[in-house]
């Protein structure tokens, strides 16, 4: 069993592990942990947000990637955050189904699922598809199969009454209409987003996601992403989150980008493999995520995904970290956040937005 907490303590959540080792920083590197803004927002009841357990732990001699893990798991584990693991917005459906990836910078170890349902926790499964297995990525039933046969707890339903009466509501105003017509490819999206500005559903959660990327003290990067999709997705519906080099690509000589936001934009242009190659090639955190922005603005061109300045309309975030522990969030839209935390403690920082 390769993970280094045992299987039970792993499972429980991220039970701390407090022996703080003797820590020789390997020059220039700065511990850091780094997510989208809802890192340092939801506690699940608790006292601690993602971003400031993930660093606790990592900093106190947990594997870089699983606490990360153990961060995520308070967002997933939260019925307030209604775009991530258990009551996140189900599909057109009324199901709820979750994608995760997961990567381990030092150990190259990278594993996913998509489209699993009754796991609350669908980043404990993408780790141990990562640290147990062959492969890199298991969906639907097979996921979900696999890890009720890894001990983990299998429910029939994810939804909360917030996010089965937001579904209802979408169903109520818009069956059939959410399939595009390929004649006219028109207003799919236009019921979910109208619900968004009535405060049905946070503007935030309608692609929302969490993307939590760290370096520990002795340079290791690792990186996790977990969602519950696209709100009232097409059932099997696939976005970013789970697919490696989309959602979230982790090279530990350069380090780490993942993605909140529309997931078709980015999976067409698979810009966290592209966030780091460009930090490889030399650009800050900053520089390299502006370029996959740009890189996006430029391959949409429908004019469903633009707004009335021929700009894209959608929302997408990266949140990019090098392997120094230099780090930046950007945003294809203005006033966007991210969550931080490093010695000086959990904060939110302004990403740099491409169209302000
Ligand atoms: N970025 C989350 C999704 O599109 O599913």
Known sequence: MPLDLSRREFLQAGAAVAVAPTIILPQGVKPVVISSGNGNQFKNGGTETCVARAFRLMTSGTDVLESLIAGVNIVELDPLDTSVGYGGLPNAHGIVQLDSCCMHGPKKWAGGVASIEGVRTPSKVAYIVASSTDHHLLVGKGAKDFARNMGLEIEADLNTERSRAAWLEWMRRTDPGHYLDPNKRGDGLEATLQMSREGWIDPEHVWGTINCNGINPKGEVAGVTTTSGLAFKIPGRVGDSPILGAGLYVDNAVGAAGSTGRGEANLYNLCSYLVVEEMRRGKSPKDAGMEALKRVA??????????????????????????????????????AKYAVCDENGPRLENCEALFA
Not at 310 to 328: I, Q, S, T
Request: aromatic residues 8%.
């Open 298 to 335: 430029a391959n949409t061109v429908e004019k469903r995904l633009l707004n009335e300045r021929g700009r894209p309309a959608f929302g997408l975030n990266f949140y990019v970290l090098d392997a120094k522990g230099r780090h930046a969030g950007v945003a294809m839209q203005g006033g």
